[in-house]
């Protein structure tokens, strides 16, 4: 019995943890964030498109959530999709053409721009925004 108790306790603490570490992805032009899991609640802020978020838990249809800024919000599951993105970390970095820092530079971006993720090659990561905008990013500059 004490055994059944220990291995169900365990399972909860991986169940838990396995939610937790969820990511999920803004997948409309903005997302209002709000207070609470409801449209009554206040609006914290809004986000953009391929947003990234860490899920910490769900109330029905509405995600309880922390951004790349430890920042906790709630968002509508509409809003969101599992869809694989970044978002940057630091400022003016360099997107190239290629997976190297023998490539290209492309464009440059600030903190807080977000990006869906189109592949990996290594430790770069080829990136796309929401405007149509496309290059690799080193992972250290993005979460």
């Known amino acids: 019995m004490v055994k059944h108790c220990l ?3 365990l399972l909860l603490f991986v169940g838990v943890g396995a939610v937790s570490a969820q990511r999920i992805t803004v997948d409309v032009p903005t997302a209002n964030i709000r207070s609470g899991p409801g449209t009554n609640y206040d609006i914290l802020w809004k986000v953009e498109r391929h947003h990234p978020l860490e899920v910490i ?3 029905g249809d509405w995600f309880y959530f922390q951004d790349f800024e430890g920042d906790k919000g709630w ?3 509409n ?3 599992k869809m694989p993105s970044v978002i940057v970390v630091k400022d003016k970095c360099n997107v190239r053409s290629g997976p190297g820092t023998d490539t290209d530079i492309v464009f440059t971006v600030e903190r807080g721009v977000p990006f869906k993720v189109l592949e990996r090659k290594g430790n770069w990561i080829h990136i796309q925004h929401a405007d149509g905008d496309k290059g690799w990013i080193h992972e250290m500059l993005i979460w």
């Open 7 to 9: 291995l169900s306790v």
């Open 57 to 59: 838990r769900k109330s």
């Open 75 to 77: 968002v509508y599951d």
């Open 79 to 81: 809003l969101v999709k």
